[in-house]
T-cell receptor, first 113, second 109 residues
């Protein structure tokens, strides 16, 4: 199994631009999570899906952030418009259930200038 | 929601010594407590976990203990090696994982 696959690995964009991060979970995993990691705030849960349905998006910072999971093998996290304070590493993780060990992807390092 | 506090924020030990990292959680409904290791520039990786119906679990040099009454759990690493140097995160879960702030462990040769 290739694990959780995220793309791109690095993204540099200008303030105001739209950014789309992508994630392919491990086949057979029913739960998918988007986390953001910064030095100041640590690992923050943004949103998670069970069986492609968003369950909890209380961690999404504001309306500029949106996430979708159109099918069991693909999810996106979109930021529009992006701001410098969005700079962080964004991790996607998947699991067989929301209450079990998660497998993280390699992350996307986002820099907004 | 769940709140997980982790201590210490940094820990420095000599090779061969033991290291202990402690976490407390707020939601008594939490029933799953994993520990993750994150090396610089890499993804967090699960190293050990424990469920609330178990008080202790061991895997070679690492062990985790859980005290449900006091709502705290700990990671113990024995015979530390330089390759154990990393950031360690605890987490608590009742439906979703909430992470502690992390402990930077440095093992000096």
């Amino acid at each position: 199994d290739a694990g959780v696959i995220q793309s791109p690995r690095h993204e540099v964009t200008e303030m105001g631009q739209e950014v789309t991060l992508r994630c392919k979970p491990i086949s057979g995993h029913n739960s998918l999570f988007w986390y953001r990691q910064t030095m100041m705030r640590g690992l923050e849960l943004l949103i998670y899906f069970n069986n492609n349905v968003p369950i909890d998006d209380s961690g999404m910072p504001e309306d500029r952030f949106s996430a979708k999971m159109p099918n069991a093998s693909f999810s996106t996290l979109k930021i529009q418009p992006s701001e410098p304070r969005d700079s962080a590493v964004y991790f996607c993780a998947s699991s067989t259930s929301s209450n079990y060990g998660y497998t993280f992807g390699s992350g996307t390092r986002l820099t907004v200038v | 929601g769940e709140n997980v506090e982790q201590h210490p924020s940094t820990l420095s030990v000599q090779e061969g010594d033991s290291a202990v990292i402690k976490c407390t959680y707020s939601d008594s409904a939490s029933n799953y407590f994993p520990w993750y290791k994150q090396e610089l520039g890499k993804r967090p990786q699960l190293i050990i976990d424990i469920r609330s119906n178990v008080g202790e679990k061991k895997d070679q040099r690492i062990a985790v203990t859980l005290n449900k009454t006091a709502k705290h759990f700990s990671l113990h690493i024995t015979e530390t090696q330089p390759e154990d140097s990393a950031v360690y995160f605890c987490a608590g879960s009742y439906g979703k994982l909430t992470f502690g702030q992390g402990t930077i462990l440095t093992v000096h040769p």
